[in-house]
């Protein structure tokens, strides 16, 4: 079992930068791969960046590949999505999820466990 929260989020302006968190307790934090989700008002969920166990293997959504740098420290049971260039089509609820093994798969139903989710508000 794993426990996950999100902070970091809030209001920023178009082209701003913000740096969002996901603390981890439970089960050891370096046997999951990492992912990070965003869910806009009346859009599914999607995916956009996720981290290997070792943090080795970074992946990104094409949308966000060149703005976003996912990262992780598992001596502190974090992970990081640094965010930058901001867009106005960022605005969402972001999400962290943990799985199982290695790699992290785009895919959300992959996924084992699930933060609240915090708010990024992108102002243009």
């Known amino acids: 079992q794993v426990q996950l929260v999100e902070s970091g989020g809030g209001l920023v302006q178009a082209g701003g930068s913000l740096r969002l968190s996901c603390a981890a307790s439970?089960?050891?934090?370096?046997?999951?791969?990492m992912g990070w989700f965003r869910q806009a008002p009346g859009k599914e969920r999607e995916f956009v960046a996720g981290?290997?166990?070792?943090?080795?293997?970074?992946y990104y959504a094409y949308s966000v590949k060149g703005r976003f740098t996912i990262s992780r420290d598992n001596a502190k049971n974090t992970v990081y999505l640094q965010m930058n260039s901001l867009k106005s089509e960022d605005t969402a609820v972001y999400f962290c999820?943990?799985?199982?093994?290695?790699?992290?798969?785009?895919?959300?139903?992959?996924?084992?466990?699930w933060g609240q989710g915090t708010q990024v508000t992108v102002s243009s």
């Open positions: 999820a943990a799985r199982t093994g290695a790699l992290p798969p785009s895919e959300e139903y992959e996924y084992h466990y």
């Open positions: 981290i290997s166990w070792s943090g080795g293997i970074p």
């Open positions: 439970g089960r050891p934090f370096s046997s999951y791969a």
